[in-house]
């Protein structure tokens, strides 16, 4: 072998090495620019699923809160009616069966009367000096609901003042 052909095949060596190093460089640059890509479409993908699920939380709230307002004034009827009216027994098997729809939509009543008063799901509009455990509700004026273990609405109650 020559000078020349040795010089020849150093470079053309240099020349590939140098383009080995390259192709690497840029097989590495893709390989991170598709894992960006793919956790992207990842978090993509679960923002759109938390987005529906919101969504769908959203709307089953409003129909539930119509449906407690509904029983709400089915209760009050309930209160003006006699046992013995045909449409007041009416009145008590649609409210019956309103209950049990609210309940198996995940709407649950919050206990109000004689539990201890508790901000988070009880709105004190009244509160009484009457004898007895201060901070106990004693009265309840309008039923408070949770839907899916979240507060739906406060129950409205009248409050024992302490001390």
């Not at 020349?15 to 460089?25: G, I, P, S, V, W």
Request: proline residues 2%; hydrophobic residues 35%; aromatic residues 4%.
């Amino acid at each position: 072998m020559t000078e020349d052909t040795v010089s020849q095949s150093s470079e053309e060596q240099d020349t590939l090495q140098k383009q080995l190093e390259a192709a690497r460089q840029e097989a590495m640059e893709n390989r991170d620019k598709y894992l960006r890509a793919l956790a992207e479409s990842e978090n993509v993908r679960k923002r759109a699923e938390r987005l529906c699920e919101d969504r769908v939380w959203q709307e089953k709230k409003r129909m539930v809160l119509h449906l407690v307002e509904l029983a709400d004034q089915l209760e009050e009827a309930l209160k003006y009616t006699n046992d013995d009216n045909p449409v007041a027994n009416g009145l008590r098997i649609t409210y019956q069966h309103l209950q049990h729809v609210l309940a198996q939509e995940g709407a649950q009543a919050v206990q109000a009367t004689g539990e201890t008063f508790d901000p988070a799901v009880h709105e004190a509009i009244d509160l009484t000096d009457s004898a007895g455990e201060p901070d106990e509700v004693t009265c309840e004026y309008r039923k408070g609901y949770t839907l899916d273990g979240k507060l739906l609405r406060p129950a409205r109650v009248q409050v024992r003042r302490a001390g």
